[in-house]
């Protein structure tokens, strides 16, 4: 059995999306095959932005969020993250969080040299669910996944997560309740698996 934290980064919390179902299905499934899960419903909370490569490093001062959050990464062992593609990549919310929460120290240790780096991350899973108003195949072929591979070359596996598994959801706005339904299905698999 699995530690499953699931990031849910629509920023919209005032009204129900499609993330939250994918979400809801995730989570309900991987409780009930008897993993312990945990969400952060990123639109929920007040996230700050940093402005500066001080304010980024510094450990004074650090807002509630990014030790909630820091302490919810650190017990996982797999971490789900599911968003809409907003202007072709995460929305800034997520981004935001992202940097405030995967800070030195907690993520990744810089050499003294300043050359190179320690991953500490390591031992997390992790799936990326993203879902988009295009279709799949030309986010995948036109835009050649740009944003998805930075998050999971830049961010992920450069703090040590890995393997990373994901599912693009395309159209999501032309779908009918039958295609809906089937991704439902399938966040359910991935839940009851732990993947």
């Not at 500490?120 to 050649?144: C, N």
């Amino acid at each position: 059995m699995k530690q499953i934290l699931i990031i849910q980064a629509h920023p919209d919390a005032q009204s129900k999306h499609y993330c939250h179902a994918l979400a809801e299905a995730y989570r309900s499934a991987a409780f009930e095959a008897g993993h312990d899960v945990k969400t952060i419903d990123i639109g929920k909370v007040e996230v700050s932005f940093l402005r500066s490569k001080s304010e980024w490093e510094s450990h004074d001062n650090i807002p509630e969020f990014v030790t909630n959050g820091q302490k919810l990464v650190d017990w996982s062992d797999h971490l789900v993250f599911i968003y809409p593609l907003w202007l072709g990549t995460m929305p800034a919310l997520l981004k935001a969080w992202l940097e405030q929460v995967l800070r030195p120290s907690f993520a990744f240790n810089i050499a003294p040299t300043g050359q190179g780096w320690k991953a500490r991350l390591g031992g997390r899973s992790a799936r990326v669910v993203i879902t988009m108003g295009m279709p799949v195949f030309v986010y995948r072929w036109f835009f050649l996944s740009h944003s998805l591979k930075s998050f999971q070359r830049n961010i992920l596996k450069f703090a040590g997560v890995k393997p990373i598994h994901t599912s693009m959801i395309g159209m999501v706005e032309g779908k009918n309740d039958r295609a809906r339904k089937k991704w439902l299905v399938r966040m359910k698999k991935f839940g009851k698996a732990g993947i």
